[in-house]
């Protein structure tokens, strides 16, 4: 196993169950939408904690937290709620984002909603991936590249996390596939890392 695999998983394991926890709360809120209030206070795995450790918050306008999450909810009831570049762009259009497109900011929000699915994205994982542009599009299809390039990678790290991550997963059993989102967050975690020249 190489030294960037080890960091790797250091840094998944030191997150992943802070992250089930954000991605657990936001599910509850998006069933019962009246928690909003609650929602978007300090605590931990509320929204506004998760704008701040996913570095966010200084995307938007400050005192907006709220607005943001009625955006956010409006969306991911529509009809394409896995569109991050249309959200992105919706987002600027509103006084919340100060007219600018935030892509990285629309797909760590709208993962929370759909982990499953959507890995985000940063300028480091951006910077693994050689990626200029920012477009969540362009980064799907580089990351699915990656992906099918490094699964054998990924299942052995995973394979070794297993005894751990399955002790984490028991706290978490109202959550869907949790096999998916394992993956997808150590694959996050691969990509952050490697981008990351504090790790090389």
Known sequence: MESFQIQSIGNFLAYYKTDLNYIKK??????????????????????????????????????????????????????????VDAFAEKLAQTTLTRGKIMSSMASKILFLNNPWEIIPMDSLVRKTLEQKENKYVIYKNNLNRFREINDLTFEKCLDYTKPLTTLIHKDFNELEKLDVICKNRFVDKLLWTMGNKAFH
């Open 26 to 83: 936001f599910q509850e809120f998006k069933s019962n939408p009246s928690l909003a209030s609650e929602y978007i206070t300090k605590e931990i795995g509320s929204f506004y904690s998760f704008l701040i450790e996913f570095r966010v918050v200084r995307n938007f306008t400050n005192g907006a937290t709220d607005k943001l999450l009625d955006e956010t909810l409006l969306w991911i009831n529509s009809k394409d709620p896995d569109n």
